[in-house]
């Protein structure tokens, strides 16, 4: 039975991290440039964000990750674009009509 295997999800998430960090590349949500050097819980933050959230269904895997600030990928919650494009097209006509006088 594997034993040595227990820290393995940290350590890769670790060698992902630095190996996007070495390229100090922008934003993939906003595009802008991400200040490495910001400390931690700082908005612009530099995080790791799931291309695919691994809470649908998304690989742990360097190639689903990308560079996001921390407010960017705040925003972007669990959802993935295709999905907040369309919760953006569904709040866009739905109208709740409240005003009843009786
Ligand atoms: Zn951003």
């Known amino acids: 039975m594997p034993g040595s295997t227990a820290h393995r999800n940290t350590t890769t998430r670790d060698r992902h991290r630095a190996a996007i960090r070495r390229g100090k590349p922008p934003c993939a949500l906003c595009g802008e440039d991400i200040d490495y ?18 809470a649908r269904g998304g690989s742990d ?25 369309k919760a953006a097209q569904q709040a866009g006509p739905r109208v709740f009509v409240t005003d009843r006088t009786w």
């Open 37 to 54: 050097t910001l400390p931690h819980l700082d908005p612009g933050q530099f995080v790791v964000d799931h291309i695919i959230p691994l």
């Open 61 to 85: 895997e360097l190639d689903n990750k990308q560079p996001a600030h921390r407010e960017c990928n705040r925003l972007k919650s669990d959802k993935t674009d295709a999905e907040m494009a």
